[in-house]
């Protein structure tokens, strides 16, 4: 989560190529949850997507962030949600939250971070009897019809070479998040009804709730939105992005990627190949709990 807190992240650019979430995941939510819809909550708010999506269903949202520059980014992409309230403290603090108030608490690929010792005492004392915990996360994205395109983005993502990515992902967040969240488990005592919505693309079962048309354009920026690239680029600082006039120069571990992506598809070998669509999908786990 340091990476997201830095200076030096482009909170902008986490805004603009984020995947966004489904209409249907969040159906799903609001179907489980019951009574009351007065007062939600998203942990982990980011640019405060999920905030928005909540906005008309709740008479508020209370939404944080530990990050300065997400929370600045959140409160200028939601100026016309007067009813969102943005705070800047961690998941496990909730000082602005009352006693037994709150109705849903959401966390969106933000769950994996949060220190479960501390959290579920907070989410006792703030969500009300009756009350939904909403939480779910995704793993890195599948080029639906280009396994060898998915192969290489896996390599570079969790090779240990210090030129790739892999020995720069925060742990045990990332593996927790790899491994949809099966770390993270509602105390019993003040939850019931819980279940677990996971899907793999290419696996049956689970719900496809996070998939997308992209250009490669758009991929590519999306990656250089990982966490694990920004630390990547505190290692190899004078290894920067190639120049888009500049075909010659080396550039970074991403460049190199959409190289060898490019190489094993003859339909990528093309001039403007940023522009070029294709499918994604994103392996997904999807938990919801009901307080006692």
């Known amino acids: 989560m340091a990476s997201f807190a830095s200076n030096t992240f482009s909170h902008q650019l986490y805004a603009a190529f984020r995947p966004t979430y489904s209409t249907q995941l969040f159906s799903a939510l609001l179907a489980y949850h019951r009574g009351p819809s007065r007062t939600a909550l998203d942990l982990g708010t980011g640019h405060g997507l999920v905030a928005r999506e909540l906005s008309p269903h709740f008479q508020r949202v209370l939404a944080s962030d530990p990050s300065a520059g997400m929370i600045q980014e959140a ?50 004392r703030i969500v009300r009897s009756g009350g939904t915990l909403a939480f779910w996360g995704y793993k890195d994205h599948v080029l ?37 969240l099966r770390a993270v488990q509602p105390p019993v005592e003040d939850w019931e009804d819980v ?48 120049a888009p006039e500049n075909n010659d120069q080396r550039g970074d571990v991403i460049d190199e990627m959409m190289d060898k992506i490019r190489e094993t598809e003859p339909s990528f070998q093309r001039d403007d190949w940023k522009d070029v669509e294709v499918d994604v999908e994103w392996g997904s786990a999807l938990i919801l709990a009901r307080r006692r």
Not at 103 to 124: I, N
Not at 145 to 165: H, K
């Open 75 to 124: 409160r200028q992409l939601s100026t016309n949600f007067p009813n969102i309230a943005f705070h800047q403290e961690r998941a496990e603090e909730c000082p602005f939250a009352a006693d037994a108030k709150v109705d849903l608490v959401t966390a969106a690929q933000a769950a994996h971070w949060f220190d479960y010792a501390k959290l579920w005492p907070e989410m006792r």
């Open 144 to 180: 639906v019809s280009y396994p060898r395109a998915t192969n290489i983005i896996n390599e570079y993502a969790y090779g240990q070479d210090p030129w790739l990515l892999g020995s720069y992902w925060q742990q045990p967040g990332r593996s927790i998040v790899q491994q949809k």
């Open 195 to 242: 279940s677990r919505d996971e899907y793999e693309p290419g696996v049956e079962g689970g719900t496809r709730f996070m998939h997308a048309r992209m250009t490669l354009g758009s991929m590519e920026e999306y990656v250089r939105t990982w966490s694990s690239f920004h630390a990547w680029q505190r290692k190899w600082p004078d290894r920067t992005r190639r």
